[in-house]
């Protein structure tokens, strides 16, 4: 194929994909777009009225972002409220749970990265820590290996989980899913949403 006819194949795609199917991949899998598939995309979009804000998150995927710009979508994310208590008297933050649950020859390890306000981080930073000291220990041998990994982790996540400021597990949050913080930054409900998965 020729570039025209790569472009011709792009094109066809998209105009083949339903409205959420566009809108998802160019929120969260837009990364990577050359400049020629952003305009099919954003032709598309437009044809289909479904808002300039869709373009926005498609091109901060493909765009350097200022460490203001960043800052101001980390700052969307903290004023929202806490999916797990709905309090919004603290701003939020995030922290990365650790879970290791042992039966002899089997072990479970779990990882977690959750957004909430930084009560509802200490619970879950404390269930995390408890259950992994109580069960962790009981197999052989990767509840032996993985147990302190994730005691460590659990401790050093929760010394974050009542900064002042954006913590670094926030801001990959954010990071993992800026074409949807920029599409839909002024849509709160829609923000609500994406911090909840």
Same mark, same amino acid.
């Given at each position: +194929?020729?570039?025209? $006819?790569?472009?011709? *194949?792009?094109?066809?795609?998209? $105009?083949? +994909?339903?409205?959420?199917?566009l809108?998802?991949i160019?929120?969260?899998?837009?990364?990577?777009?050359?400049? $020629?598939?952003?305009?099919?995309?954003?032709?598309? #979009?437009?044809?289909?009225?479904l808002?300039?804000?869709?373009?926005?998150?498609?091109?901060?995927?493909?765009?350097? +972002? %200022? /460490?203001d710009?960043?800052? =101001?979508?980390?700052?969307?994310?903290?004023?929202?409220?806490?999916?797990?208590?709905?309090? %919004?008297?603290?701003?939020?933050? /995030?922290?990365?749970?650790?879970?290791?649950?042992?039966?002899?020859f089997?072990?479970?390890?779990?990882?977690?990265?959750? #957004? /909430?306000?930084?009560?509802?981080?200490? &619970?879950?930073?404390?269930? =995390?820590?408890?259950?992994?000291?109580?069960?962790?220990?009981?197999?052989?041998?990767?509840?032996?290996?993985?147990?302190?990994? =994730?005691?460590?982790?659990?401790?050093? %996540?929760?010394?974050?989980?009542?900064?002042?400021?954006?913590?670094?597990?926030?801001?990959?949050?954010?990071? /993992?899913?800026?074409?949807? *913080?920029?599409?839909y930054?002024?849509?709160?409900?829609?923000?609500?949403?994406?911090?909840? &998965?």
């Amino acid at each position: +194929m020729n570039p025209q $006819e790569d472009l011709q *194949f792009v094109k066809q795609t998209y $105009e083949r +994909m339903s409205d959420e199917e566009l809108v998802r991949i160019s929120t969260t899998d837009a990364q990577g777009f050359t400049p $020629e598939t952003q305009e099919i995309v954003k032709a598309e #979009v437009q044809k289909r009225g479904l808002g300039a804000n869709i373009v926005d998150g498609m091109k901060a995927q493909n765009k350097p +972002m %200022s /460490a203001d710009d960043f800052d =101001a979508l980390g700052n969307l994310a903290r004023g929202l409220d806490c999916p797990a208590c709905g309090s %919004s008297a603290q701003p939020l933050n /995030a922290t990365l749970t650790a879970e290791v649950q042992s039966y002899i020859f089997l072990t479970r390890y779990n990882k977690k990265l959750k #957004v /909430a306000c930084p009560d509802c981080l200490d &619970k879950a930073s404390n269930k =995390a820590l408890l259950t992994t000291a109580l069960l962790g220990w009981w197999g052989i041998p990767w509840g032996l290996i993985r147990t302190p990994v =994730a005691l460590y982790r659990n401790f050093k %996540s929760k010394q974050s989980n009542r900064l002042e400021e954006t913590n670094n597990y926030l801001r990959a949050f954010v990071l /993992a899913r800026v074409g949807l *913080f920029e599409a839909y930054k002024h849509n709160k409900e829609k923000l609500q949403q994406i911090i909840s &998965k």
